[in-house]
């Protein structure tokens, strides 16, 4: 049991490049996030998804698209990086969030720098 | 508006105990959440205490919480270098019909030896 991992660990991008980052979770869980920390800020939601098929936005999804084709995938995309996205971003998976109290499991998380 | 609010950083000496503060604004979370976070590595949930409780003691961990005042703690008694990472507060509030987790800035804990 892995619980939730990322590919890439790191990468390096000039402005205006494109990458995709890989989450994959192996506890079935329905529910996905993607977020970006940022020095000095707590974790910002970028998007999530509430189960197979679905994606929704979060607090800082511009310049961000995501995928949740199989349910145990959430991929997020960078389309034209910008050295604003410069970040580590992490992954997290929860059982449920429609209720009160879900626990979210984090991935290890991806340092991105973009030149 | 969300906001949940720490201070940076915290030194103590090993064996003493660590308290970590937060304040959040948003009335309505139902519970309150503290992460660590090791170096290098994601986040891990550490202890959580839901809104109508005032204390939960856990071991080495008592959290504190002040719904008037929309306060939060963590102490760590007798405090370990391996305590040393950033620990993060973080309320959860709903949105639409599922919730979602507001962080704070986090608070990097370093034990001295």
């Known amino acids: 049991n892995a619980g939730v991992t990322q590919t890439p660990k790191f990468r390096v991008l000039k402005t205006g490049q494109s990458m995709t980052l890989l989450c994959a979770q192996d506890m079935n869980h329905e529910y996905m996030y993607w977020y970006r920390q940022d020095p000095g800020m707590g974790l910002r939601l970028i998007h999530y998804s509430v189960g197979e098929g679905t994606t929704a936005k979060g607090e800082v999804p511009d310049g961000y698209n995501v995928s949740r084709l199989k349910k145990q995938n959430f991929l997020l995309g960078l389309e034209s990086a910008a050295p604003s996205q410069t970040s580590v971003y992490f992954c997290?998976?929860?059982?449920?969030?429609?209720?009160?109290?879900?626990?979210?499991?984090f991935g290890p998380g991806t340092r991105l720098t973009v030149t | 508006g969300e906001d949940v609010e720490q201070s940076l950083f915290l030194s103590v000496r090993e064996g003493d105990s660590s308290v970590i503060n937060c304040t959040y604004t948003?009335?309505?979370?139902?519970?309150l959440y503290w992460y660590k976070q090791e170096p290098g590595a994601g986040l891990q949930l550490l202890t959580y205490?839901?809104?109508?409780?005032d204390m939960k003691q856990d071991q080495r961990l008592t959290v504190l919480l002040n719904k008037k005042d929309k306060h939060l703690s963590l102490r760590i008694a007798d405090t370990q270098t391996g305590d040393s990472a950033i620990y993060f507060c973080a309320e959860n509030i709903g949105v639409d019909s599922s919730y979602k987790l507001i962080f704070g800035s986090g608070t990097r804990l370093l034990v001295r030896p």
């Open positions: 997290a998976s929860s059982e449920n969030s429609g209720e009160p109290y879900s626990e979210q499991y």
């Open positions: 205490i839901f809104s109508n409780m």
């Open positions: 948003d009335s309505s979370s139902t519970y």
